[in-house]
């Protein structure tokens, strides 16, 4: 650059000792517009207030994440209801609970039944009999038979033999004797026997024993023979409904197509409990069905389930009324048509000859 360009008036001592040199002095077309952004900065510089509105607007746009962000921590607040509750019950529940209306009614179920089986538990602990008689029951099980043989007329196991009771004595040896098959005389004979020999304590003390593990074998035996006969009955029911199902899959039932969107939902009318009593509601639907619905299946069965020749008998009987109908209508259309005949007389008898002479 020659020196004729350079200013020496823009020049200062700073930028003389500065490392970078001296600056540059712009073209002379270039000028006026330098000076022009010159004096501008100074313009800019004095409006210090714009900064805090662009501070305000990056407040304003970092509120939206916060906004989010807010309803992130509600939502993280509303995830742990359940945790919560779970926590102050203090029970563990197996499974997963969604955070809606829903998953509350499924988690507060389950709570109710987890704290209804701890109560039960409860009660089975203090009373065993009690737990005992509703599985008996559960097993379908004759209560009348289970209080015969539980409560029967003389409780052997709540008896005790004590010196000096001979009445209690001689119903405990008694009792013995009759259930070894001696009659009453026999009995009594043996029981004045013992009293006269002075051994009838003694006999009443082992007759007891003995009768009080008859009476409990016996308790045992019902409870175990119901629980065999239970199983044997869901054994037998898995394999009808076993089955069953294997017919429906087949989709066709003595020449009754069944869809293949029809085939679950037939099987779940059918085997499914809709209520507390277990009944499905192909149960419900029947106890519903009229008297002529019922006959109407009776005479299906009554005829073989034959549905062929069923349908070809009431084709039958539907044609037999179309042309008896028919016929019937044209009957009376032809007798209307040979009585509306124009010039139509109707025919006279001639004189008889014999007549006429």
Known sequence: ??????????????????????????????????????????????????????????????????????????????????????????????????????????????????????????????????????????????????????????????????????????????????????????????????????????HAKKALTRLQTAQAQEKKTLIERQQQQAQAQAQENERMWTEINGLVQQGSLKGLTVPERDKKRFFSWMANPIDQQGNSQRAVDRANLDQETLLALEYIVYKGFDLSKLIANNNTTQQARSLRSKLSKGTSSNSRMKNSKPGYTKAQKLPDLKDLL
């Open 1 to 202: 650059m020659s020196a004729e360009k350079l200013d020496l008036s823009k020049v200062s001592v700073s930028d003389i000792f500065n490392d970078n040199g001296p600056t540059p002095e712009p073209q002379v077309e270039e000028t006026t517009e330098a000076v022009e952004e010159t004096q501008d900065e100074p313009q800019e510089e004095e409006q210090p207030e714009e900064e805090p509105q662009e501070d305000t607007q990056a407040e304003t746009e970092a509120d939206e994440p916060t906004a989010s962000t807010g309803s992130t921590e509600s939502t993280e607040e509303e995830e742990s209801i359940i945790n919560e509750l779970q926590a102050k019950l203090g029970y563990e529940l197996d499974g997963e609970f969604d955070e809606s209306i829903d998953g509350l009614l499924d988690f507060t179920k389950a709570t109710a039944d987890k704290m209804a089986q701890e109560q039960m538990q409860n009660v089975f602990t203090a009373f065993p009999d009690v737990q005992e008689y509703l599985n008996y029951r559960a097993n379908g099980g004759d209560p009348k038979q289970y209080f015969q043989t539980a409560s029967p007329e003389r409780d052997f196991s709540a008896m005790e033999v004590t010196d000096g009771d001979v009445v209690t004595q001689k119903q405990i040896v008694g009792a013995y004797l009759e259930g070894q098959g001696f009659d009453q005389s026999e009995i009594k004979e043996t029981l004045e026997d013992y009293e006269d020999a002075g051994i009838l304590e003694r």
